[in-house]
């Protein structure tokens, strides 16, 4: 079945280090992605999307490159920040509205 | 801001006891999902209801149902509650993904977190 497997975390990184977090998945058809960001004590918000191969979401620094070739969705950022520390989830939406998400990813930043 | 509310914020309740969850989704949205997260972060999806009919059923026990009303707000109800329900309770609200609605996100609230004593 379909499915998105992410990183286990938790990540710790020191403040403006490299980001990546690695999503990759399998699924029938051409689904959307999706990265969600989780801030202590709310929930998930939307970050970056990509709805198509070789699109690039990006948001707030973070970018994600929607590659068919290799079923991937990698999520980068080039100078983290101690706010970024959060849980940040991978996810896909297939046409027949089924919606799958990853098992999320704890990042920390350290100052 | 998601537009998506959730009450109450907060639940405790005893075993064996029964807890209604209330979710509004955002303006204009028909499809609402409800999702548990446990201690361990990840995300359970329970049911999702398009436009008050039930459209998708995740891992969700029968002990808990949920409904969505005419005016769209939905409810999760939960009985004979145990330990183990003990969670953040999240809803969350879309258009519908089909015929172009699947480059749509969700938009979750900010969630009831349940404790079962």
């Known amino acids: 079945g379909d499915s998105v497997t992410q990183m286990e975390g938790p990540v710790t990184l020191s403040e403006e280090a490299f980001l990546t977090i690695n999503c990759t998945y399998t699924?029938?058809?051409?689904?959307?992605l999706f990265w969600y960001v989780q801030y202590p004590g709310e929930g998930l918000q939307l970050l970056l999307k990509?709805?198509?191969?070789?699109d690039k979401g990006s948001n707030k620094g973070f970018e994600a490159t929607y590659r068919k070739e290799t079923t991937s969705f990698h999520l980068e950022k080039g100078s983290v920040q101690v706010s970024d520390s959060a849980v940040y989830f991978c996810a896909l939406r297939r046409r027949d509205d089924k919606i799958i998400f990853g098992k999320g990813t704890r990042l920390h930043i350290l100052p | 801001d998601s537009g998506v509310t959730q009450t109450p914020k907060h639940l405790i309740t005893a075993t064996g006891q029964r807890v209604t969850l209330r979710c509004s989704p955002r303006?204009?949205?028909?499809?609402v999902y409800w999702y548990q997260q446990s201690l361990d972060q990840g995300l359970q999806f329970l049911i999702q209801?398009?436009?008050?009919?039930?459209?998708a059923k995740g891992n969700i026990l029968e002990r808990f149902s949920a409904q969505q009303f005419p005016d769209l707000h939905s409810e999760l109800n939960l009985s004979s509650l145990e330990l183990g329900d003990s969670a953040l309770y999240f809803c969350a609200s879309s258009v519908w993904g089909g015929t172009g609605g699947t480059n749509s996100p969700l938009h979750f609230g900010n969630g009831t977190r349940l404790t079962v004593t």
């Open positions: 699924a029938t058809g051409y689904p959307s």
């Open positions: 303006s204009g949205d028909l499809s």
């Open positions: 209801y398009y436009n008050g009919e039930e459209r």
């Open positions: 990509a709805t198509k191969a070789d």
